[in-house]
């Protein structure tokens, strides 16, 4: 055994280990907040009764939810969801137990709820410090997994130069194989292509790889499940790489179906758990934010109705969630005028159309208060793709292939896209396609601390008042 497998030779006892390690954090978190609270380490009995069912609750629950498989090359992001989620079965069967024995009243509830918070945070600190080990010993050549690529085409190439850009996934590809006799001997991101797909199973043993990815066309699927049943001798790990990348993809992922396993390729990230997150997040934001601005949107109705004759508010119906149609309202801040229904323009910078104190609306983007209603009712985000014109939808859907993906989660009143400065006039295609490429890069990184972060850039942006007109 040499140092470099290590730690792949004892990957058992290191899984076994963090079996036991986990339920040790959440315990030492919960007797820290017992001391700090009470100023005592005499413990009741009720308290460590609690604390010895929740270290084997914890034992018992964390492995049906998978998260002890391997993570290697999963996101963060990815395993503190479903550690979110074990956690919280926990937490729930702690306070179903409590209440089924009637032994709530024998324990402080602010200690039960900081417990719950801080056992949480204990955990994904733990995943963060444990990550930021095996990168250190990863990026050094230890505990690696060797991997051979089959098919050196064009995917296998996107392949290995992906994992060599991310050497903490521990992941080390040491050849291809491929058939094109074109491609034989020839060398990608600085791996050979060892020989033909017929000579990787005899040679894979030889090599001590642990893994085979397959990066072949769709087309050679006769090849792959030949591959496929071949490789099913050895002891080694198939992963199957699907040529998907050269359409527009959307949140996509795997699952099963009646038993059939499916790759989603445009699905919303703003579903389940997530989609809840999402909704509560918006509705308790617009009503804080109405609350404090309600003195301010009062100036702001007596400002416009002196500015120039005509209504207070300016709605215009707009592509909603799915494509669609909802009122969306704004203060006025053009002179009062009726558009053509099959053409709405843009406003430009100097337009004659907006008024002195609706081109400073426009600046501070204070015309658009009036959507936190929009929100509150259910047909906006706060945060989200920006909902265009009908007529405009109708134009773009026809200049930008991946225009309408934008229509999986609902309009914002702001979004990525604004805060990168892509807000505004949009009259070229160019434009539009920068657009569209920051709301889908926004679609498939949803998180609620991105939401808050482009918030913050919002308020920004207006105090300084960049690209509004």
Known sequence: MTSRSLLKENAGILELIQRFLDPFV????????YAIRFRSWDFSENYVFALIGVFLFCLAVFPFFDIYRPHRGASLWAEIQILATAWTVVCAGLIIVLFATKSSTYFSRI????????????LVAFRVVLRIGLRFFRRRGFNLRFIVIAGAGKLGQDVAHRLAASPWTGLKVVSFYDDDPQMQKQVFEGIPVLGSLHRLPQEVAELGIDQVWIALP????KQVKSLVAQLSHLPVQVTFVPDIYGVHLLNHSIGEVAGFPVIHLMESPLSG???IVKAVEDKILAVLILLVASPLMLLIIIGVKLSSPGPIFFRQLRGGLHGERIWVWKFRTMKHHVEPAEKVPQAIPGD???????????????DELPQFFNVLKGDMSIVG??????????????????YMLRHHVKPGITGWAQVNGWRGETGEIEK???????DLYYINNWSLWFDLRIIFMTVFMMITGRNAH
Do not use: C, N
């Open 385 to 402: 793709p920006r909902p265009h014109a009908v007529a405009h939808d109708k134009f773009y859907q026809q200049q930008i292939d991946a």
């Open 26 to 33: 959440v315990v030492a978190t919960g007797i820290m907040l």
């Open 432 to 438: 539009m396609e920068m657009r569209v490429k920051y």
């Open 218 to 221: 769709l087309q050679h699927d």
């Open 273 to 275: 758990i997530q989609g």
């Open 111 to 122: 200690w039960i709820g900081q417990w719950a918070i801080a056992g949480f945070v204990s």
């Open 352 to 366: 004659h159309r907006i008024t002195t104190f609706g081109a400073f609306l426009r600046r501070s983007s204070l």
